[in-house]
């Protein structure tokens, strides 16, 4: 028995796709040959990885468990790949890398010209999703996450901090009166996550030492669009400066209760999945934002080709 790589790849473009058909559309061939390679696979293996009926597939057992066997053939072979352009000399082909909204257009967007430069034989592929996603099922190589990792089956390393501050425009200031203290914010409009909740605790402490928790006039899933938001005279917001330090220089957004914050710094990580040896694509990403985020964290919205 054989397995083939086009057939490993058709099994788990179907599986991270859900139907032959959209398999067929991301693989862009037919779906007489996807169902042909599927087969095949099957043949070669004498079990049946997929169930199918007329409105859906679904995994069975043996489907579940070489499901991660597939995906991590595929893997070493294209690292296997990737250190052998490296030994040439050069890094090629696709890197998908994923943000948050707010890093990504801030910080990441920025960097690219750099890298690009550097590596211009890599494509990239840049993504955004506010919450944590599956790097496997996404098909994403390298992610760039906010705040505290727990999840082990990732590697990673640390890429920086992010300092967390109240912020408000002149506008909404002058109209609704500059806050001086945590009581105060119960006479204002704030603006805070719709999820995770943990985002809407702020670096301040009630006088009685508790930690202050608002319930959001208006809420959003993203950072960016609660940025946006403070812009237009709406409300406080409590942000990051990667995202907010233009803004505070050029005296679009003032710091809010600078007096009473707590330091609060975020981590911000590369996370990537485990595997024997990393992809030499990923590593020449990480160490390029590392290096590029070596400067104070106030600039990095201003970073570009290094």
Not at 11 to 40: H, K, M, W, Y
Not at 235 to 257: H, P, Q, T
Not at 288 to 294: C, D, F, H, T, W
């Amino acid at each position: 028995m054989k397995l083939a790589l086009d057939e490993l790849s058709v099994f788990l473009a179907v599986v991270d796709s859900g139907s032959l058909t959209a398999a067929a559309e991301r693989l862009g061939q037919p779906v007489s040959t996807i169902s042909r390679l599927l087969a095949r696979l099957e043949d070669k293996l004498q079990t049946t990885l997929l169930r199918r009926t007329t409105r859906r597939l679904d995994l069975t057992d043996e489907g579940h468990d070489f499901v991660k066997d597939a995906r991590a053939i595929l893997e070493s072979v294209r690292v296997a790949e990737d250190r052998a352009m490296e030994r040439r000399g050069q890094l090629a082909g696709p890197l998908r890398v994923d943000a948050v909204t707010p890093f990504m257009l801030h910080v990441l967007v920025p960097l690219m010209p750099g890298y690009r430069a550097l590596h211009p034989k890599v494509e990239l592929n840049l993504s955004s999703n506010e919450g944590f996603i599956d790097l496997l099922e996404r098909r994403v190589d390298l992610a760039i996450r906010i705040g505290e990792l727990k999840d082990s089956t990732l590697y990673s390393r640390l890429l920086g901090h992010s300092r967390i501050r109240l912020l408000a425009s002149p506008g909404y200031l002058r109209r609704r009166g500059v806050p001086h203290t945590v009581a105060d914010l119960a006479q204002h409009e704030l603006l805070g996550f719709s999820e995770p909740e943990i985002l809407n605790q702020w670096p301040l402490l009630h006088p009685d030492g508790k930690p202050v928790r608002i319930t959001p006039t208006l809420a959003s899933a993203s950072g960016e669009t609660l940025r946006q938001l403070a812009l237009q005279d709406m409300g406080i917001v409590s942000i990051s400066d990667f995202m907010s330090a233009l803004d505070v220089s050029a005296g679009r957004l003032v710091e809010v209760l600078p007096q009473l914050m707590q330091e609060k710094l975020k981590p911000i990580h590369a996370v990537y999945y485990q595997h024997s040896t990393v992809s030499a694509k990923i590593a020449s990403m990480v160490n390029y934002l590392a290096e590029a985020m070596r400067v104070p964290e106030t600039v990095w919205p201003s970073l570009t080709t290094r």
